[in-house]
């Protein structure tokens, strides 16, 4: 049962456009969501993330949007940069602590220059 | 300052044979965690260690046994390997029970 869902397994967008992933969760006693970015023979580092009790949460070019009445989250990157092509996984944590984290299956961006 | 470490980078076991995956942070974090990430399911958590001395299954335990000696290393072992266990291995830490996580680069490990 996979209770963290990143549909799109893929996604390609031009240099200077929007990149919008997307993650959809059904366990609603998630309250913490993050994104992870993955490059090839790397480990994930830590994106962005945002609590429950907030509906988005901006870094510079990346912005977490999260609509709880329909367990969906997604994230915006503008403007897409070629660098920014990697894996994108979405996380969800619920109370008990990261020991309880959720991974997605993770979206492969490529944004073509 | 490396960071998380993980050693070795890859490996090709035959089945029925054992090793130990280690894993070593130098932020002084109390957390650590072991994860195997396979095609289309994401990353899931083995076992993790709350503090040095302490471990716990996460969600997919079988095959593994973990070891918590000192704070700074976390050691994976499996001990009669099987293909289902080729995956890659991505240990992580953190400073407490909450996110963000710090990853290794990963162990890439084939079993034939």
């Known amino acids: 049962d996979q209770q963290v869902k990143q549909n799109s397994p893929s996604l390609s967008v031009q240099e200077g456009r929007i990149s919008i992933l997307n993650c959809d969760y059904t366990?609603?006693?998630?309250?913490?969501f993050l994104w992870y970015k993955k490059y090839p023979a790397e480990g994930p580092t830590f994106l962005i993330s945002?609590?429950?009790?907030?509906d988005k949460n901006e870094d510079g070019r990346f912005t977490v949007f999260l609509n709880k009445s329909a367990k969906h989250l997604s994230l915006h990157i503008v403007p897409s940069q070629p660098g920014d092509s990697a894996v994108y996984f979405c996380?969800?944590?619920?109370?008990?602590?990261?020991?309880?984290?959720?991974f997605g299956t993770g979206t492969k961006l490529q944004v073509i220059p | 300052n490396a960071g998380v470490t993980q050693t070795p980078k890859f490996r090709v076991l035959k089945t029925g044979q054992s090793m130990t995956l280690l894993c070593a942070q130098d932020m002084n974090h109390e957390y650590m965690y072991w994860y195997r990430q396979d095609p289309g399911m994401g990353l899931r958590l083995i076992h993790y260690s709350v503090g040095e001395g302490t471990t716990a299954k996460g969600e997919v335990p079988d095959g593994y046994n973990v070891s918590r000696l000192k704070k700074q290393n976390f050691l994976l072992g499996l001990e009669s390997a099987a293909p289902s266990q080729t995956s890659v291995y991505f240990c992580?830490?953190?400073?407490?029970?909450?996110?963000?996580?710090?990853f290794g680069n990963g162990t890439r490990l084939t079993v034939t």
């Open positions: 945002i609590s429950s009790i907030k």
């Open positions: 996380a969800a944590s619920g109370p008990g602590g990261y020991q309880k984290v959720t």
């Open positions: 366990n609603s006693m998630f309250d913490y």
């Open positions: 992580a830490s953190s400073l407490d029970r909450d996110p963000p996580l710090h």
